[in-house]
DNA sequence: GCGACAG
DNA sequence: ATCTTGTCGC
């Protein structure tokens, strides 16, 4: 498990982090289709916090796309970077997200992030901030609609209904369980939509959220645990 | 101006 | 995100 200071030059005021959006939104790939799913790998990352102590733990998990099996694991800690702003989450997140990536002993293959990429008010969430930042194809499922409307999908597993900003899709609502609330999908940087979805079917074989961000979210948890339990 | 708002 | 018991179900 590795260390992480907090980047010299990071943004320390939300203004300072938007402008930082605005330079890094024009790197954003759009047109490549991205890995296709079962085969390769794919990564989740995923980060927890103890505010109280200022420590954050980040994971990432290696699985082999076809079989969902993990291949590998890197975990990091550092210090909170940034208060949660609607808006400014990879400002909190990405250095010590970075940092677990960095620590992996193979190539990660497609990220897939817990929150968003385009369906972010100014349209660079946290998967196109990591994505343009790494330059590895990326992709955002989170939980909630956010500040985005959709129509309900149908009930079927494989049903979705665009994710809108107006009439701007930003991503799709995605039913990964028959009948159970659907994930939010979204293009975070060198993926497709429709690709970008179909890895996201292919991670739902059982649970509503992806295998990637389940054992990447147990992964901080439990590291974050003995961290905190090891100091009082 | 006020409230809502990924994690 | 995090704080938290029991409970229903495979």
């Known amino acids: 498990m590795t260390t992480v200071r907090i980047p010299a030059g990071w943004p320390a005021t939300e203004a300072e982090a938007r402008a930082v959006q605005d330079e890094l939104r024009e790197r954003v790939v759009l047109d490549e289709p991205g890995p296709p799913p ?3 790998h794919v990564t989740g990352v995923d980060v927890a ?3 109280e102590r200022d420590v954050v733990a980040a994971a990432a998990v290696v699985l082999d796309a076809a079989t969902l099996d993990v291949v590998a694991e890197s975990t990091a800690i550092g210090r909170i970077s940034f208060p949660y702003v609607p808006g400014l989450l990879a400002f909190r997140e990405i250095p010590t997200v970075l940092a677990a990536l960095d620590a992996l002993p ?3 293959g497609l990220v897939v992030c817990d929150g968003y990429g385009l369906a972010h008010p100014r349209r660079f969430g ?3 901030h990591l994505g343009v930042l790494t330059g590895l194809p990326t992709i955002g499922v989170a939980k909630n609609p956010f500040t985005f409307t959709y129509d309900d999908p ?4 494989g049903s979705s209904a665009p994710l ?3 009439d701007e899709e930003v991503g799709r609502a995605l039913r990964t369980r028959d009948a159970v609330k659907p994930v939010f999908v979204s293009v975070g940087h ?3 939509l429709p690709n970008a979805c179909a890895h996201t079917l292919a991670l739902t074989p059982e649970y509503r959220l992806p295998e990637t961000t389940r054992r990447a979210d147990a992964l901080c948890r439990r ?3 003995e961290v905190s339990g090891t100091r009082a």
Not at 154 to 157: D, F, G, H, K, W
């Open 190 to 192: 060198r993926v497709t």
């Open 126 to 128: 946290l998967a196109c």
């Open 49 to 51: 916090y103890d505010d």
């Open 154 to 157: 149908a009930p079927t597993r």
């Open 223 to 225: 590291v974050l645990k």
């Open 164 to 166: 809108l900003a107006g």
């Open 38 to 40: 079962g085969s390769g």
């Open 106 to 108: 193979c190539p990660p």
